[in-house]
């Protein structure tokens, strides 16, 4: 269980997330839904240590207080970021880019078996395996992005708006795949513009307007949400 508590982000004299609290479960999605500019992006990159800003608070994985630690440390500790951008090798292939995420001590006992895992949950990148990444197209490239970080053996993984650029059907098959991931028994906390989509496969969801959280609830709840259909998804449903 990751449990984020009273988390504020501030760059320079703009604080840009106050006292936010969130918890992520293995075995469930979460989602983050908030507008442009709301600090989802600020958020997850306080909870994987490759923040910009000033962090403070806490944020418990098995028994370990992340905020403070290097970001090797916390991937060491059970937690992987795939960022905004995919943060790949785009010079290298697949394979190399999948086995660099095999660097944790957490994932190497494990790595033929994980490789297995997430070459049967992207069948695509066994074909592809020796394709330098740069090559491939957007969607083909988020499948390297989340396999990577799969790699590390994470028990939280953590999306930084996942869908961004990818076609209706690339959504689709993208949101599958997270559940999938979820089924596996991994926390999902996943951050998206796209809330139609996001709230169909997720359990539960929080709301960030202007770095705060202004609701939580179950994914059915916020869906049903008059507020929510007006602000996230075009209107009512
Ligand atoms: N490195 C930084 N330096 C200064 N201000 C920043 C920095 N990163 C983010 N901010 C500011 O913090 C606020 C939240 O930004 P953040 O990128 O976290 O939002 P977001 O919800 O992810 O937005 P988007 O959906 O547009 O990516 C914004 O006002 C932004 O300008």
């Known amino acids: 269980m990751l449990e984020a ?6 760059y320079g004299l703009h604080e840009a997330l106050h006292e936010i609290s969130i918890e992520v479960d293995r075995g469930e999605i979460v989602v983050m839904l908030g507008a442009n500019g709301a600090g989802k ?4 990159r306080a909870l994987a240590g490759i923040s910009e800003g000033l962090v403070t608070g806490g944020c418990m994985l098995g028994g370990q207080d992340l905020i403070g630690m290097k970001p090797d440390a916390i991937v060491e500790a059970g937690l992987a970021l795939v960022p905004e951008g995919r943060g790949i090798f785009a010079d290298l292939n697949v394979m190399e880019n999948l086995t660099l995420g095999a660097y944790p001590a957490r994932a190497r006992a494990i790595e033929r078996d994980n490789l297995e895992k997430v070459l049967e949950l992207f069948p695509k990148l066994r074909d592809r395996r020796s394709q330098i990444v740069r090559t491939m ?3 083909e490239q988020q499948m390297v992005a989340i396999g990577r970080a799969l790699m590390s053996n994470p028990e939280i993984l953590l999306l930084d708006e996942p869908s961004l650029g990818l076609s209706p059907l690339l959504c689709g098959e993208l949101f599958r795949n997270l559940r999938k991931i979820r089924d596996a028994g991994l926390g999902v906390l996943l951050v998206e513009q796209n809330a139609r989509q996001s709230l169909a496969i ?6 960030l307007e202007n770095g705060r959280i202004t609701g939580a609830d179950s994914a059915e709840s916020l869906i049903l949400d008059p507020a929510v259909q007006k602000a996230y998804l075009g209107g009512a449903i």
Request: zero cysteines; aromatic letters at 6%.
């Open 202 to 207: 997720a359990d539960r969801g929080y709301l």
């Open 41 to 44: 992006s600020s958020l997850l």
């Open 137 to 139: 197209s957007g969607g």
């Open 5 to 10: 508590r009273g988390i504020a982000v501030s």
